[in-house]
């Protein structure tokens, strides 16, 4: 296995020789050749990944095919973050498909100028009108200070993401499924990597009472204070059964097209994108999650991203160098001072 | 039959959603969902392996908790989703 002194961790750090999980990873065991047992686990599906890939990308087709058009307004609705991921999305929806999109962004109080930037240059070059939703500041600084003061949800959640990425994942994920039921929008578009969701979840229709069992585990999850405040974010009861005939189609379609980093960006060049220099290694938008990456390698002795960014070394979209690179390196202290800052967490 | 469809259904949550802790104090009845094993989307990366080891097409009106939402259930789905005939075949 690969071994780290003094990055990260203030002790030897073993890895994986194939994919960069670290040995403090919940439930890893590595073989003689120190190979983990997710690089073994996967090897068969990675065989089979292009031929699976070609059949998602003929899936979208015909499901854009059947619905483009349809609605009244839009065809689609965009988590956008102005990051690279979905910005690259928006762009690969427009571009390949020509859909009526919505972008919607949620403003986390936390969006970088670059990105801000980035996602007024991206919407008006690809003619895309965007919304941005922004709840007050004092609401989500008690639930962002909260997820860093406690794991606010339940630990396999946590094995994915930091407690506040998934504090303002799980906003997002519901206010776009809000903003599609009532606006009878049939695509909701998610800029995941392909290490961030399985290519099988890269295409399914989200079901309502599943939606809803989901939305009020995490509630209850919550403490009392801060899940009275946030309901209004949520879908509300009623709607599960009014538009239990409109639920959408969630699609995130960088599980199955060509993912190369530099490419990309390159590509993002044509509309005006720009790599921000103001974020840390593992986003393109937010100035938080340096703080929320510190915190939770502080909980959990393991970096949030580390199980996307090894799966997408493991389908070789990524170099072994370069995943290293983006979770082995400090967190910059000026990035995680400025959020501690800001939440009043000093 | 029943234990066998149980194992793969313990064996698959455990290596996918606890990432190969013991899964120990994982009940057949425990809900999934609130126990925080998996969210939305994950119930549709298990929809995902049912239909691709049983053979089976889950339909968008099956995609409920009571099919989907604890070992228990996924198994007594897959039951009632199986053709009869192919039960002898699992116990291979």
Redesign the interface.
């Known amino acids: 296995m690969t071994q780290f002194k003094g990055i990260l961790l203030e002790h030897t750090l073993k890895i994986c020789n194939r994919c960069i999980l670290p040995e403090t990873f919940p439930g890893i065991h590595f073989d003689a050749a120190g190979i983990c047992n997710h690089c073994t686990r996967e090897a068969p599906a990675l065989a089979k990944a292009g031929e699976r890939k070609e059949a998602y990308r003929r899936r979208l087709d015909d499901l854009i095919a059947g619905v483009r058009g349809s609605a009244p307004t839009y065809d689609a609705i965009l988590a956008y973050s102005g990051g690279k991921d979905s910005s690259y999305t928006l762009k690969l929806l427009r571009d390949r498909y020509d859909l009526r999109i919505l972008a919607l962004t949620f403003d986390n109080h936390f969006i970088s100028p670059a990105a801000a930037e980035n996602i007024r240059t991206v919407t008006d070059r690809l003619l895309v009108d965007c919304v941005t939703f922004k709840p007050p500041w004092p609401i989500l600084r008690d639930l962002f200070a909260s997820a860093a003061l406690e794991d606010v949800f339940p630990a396999p959640t946590l094995i994915r993401a930091s407690a506040i990425c998934t504090a303002c994942i799980s906003m997002v994920k519901s206010l776009v499924l809000k903003t599609a039921l009532e606006m009878s929008i049939p695509l909701v578009a998610f800029g995941w990597s392909p290490g961030q969701a399985p290519i099988q979840s890269a295409i399914m229709r989200a079901s309502s009472s599943l939606t809803c069992q989901s939305q009020k585990t995490l509630l209850e999850g919550l403490p009392g204070g801060l899940a009275s405040g946030l309901g209004r974010y949520f879908l509300p009861d009623g709607y599960y059964e009014i538009f239990k005939d409109r639920f959408p189609h969630n699609v995130h379609p960088l599980a199955f097209f060509d993912y190369d980093e530099a490419e990309i960006v390159a590509e993002l060049g044509k509309v005006g994108w720009k790599t921000p220099a103001d974020t840390d290694t593992n986003s393109s938008n937010c100035l938080l999650n340096a703080f929320a990456n510190q915190c939770h390698l502080q909980r959990h002795q393991f970096h949030p991203y580390v199980w996307e960014i090894a799966n997408m070394v493991r389908q070789g979209v990524m170099s072994r160098d370069e995943g290293i690179q983006k979770i082995y390196t400090d967190q910059d202290p000026a990035q995680v001072g400025y959020a501690r800052t800001m939440l009043g967490l000093q | 039959m029943r234990e066998t469809i149980i194992r793969d259904v313990r064996h698959f949550i455990i290596?996918n959603?606890?990432?190969?802790?013991s899964g120990n104090g994982l009940k057949e009845t425990d809900?999934l969902?609130?126990?925080?094993?998996?969210?939305?989307?994950?119930?549709?990366?298990l929809?995902?392996?049912l239909e691709e080891t049983y053979g089976f097409r889950v339909e968008?009106e099956e995609?409920?908790?009571e099919n989907?939402?604890s070992i228990a259930n996924v198994t007594g789905y897959i039951l009632r989703k199986l053709p009869r005939e192919s039960f002898g075949s699992l116990h291979a």
């Open positions: 290596e959603f606890l990432f190969g802790d809900s969902l609130e126990k925080g094993i998996i969210d939305s989307t994950g119930v549709l990366e929809v995902s392996h968008d995609l409920i908790p989907l939402d």
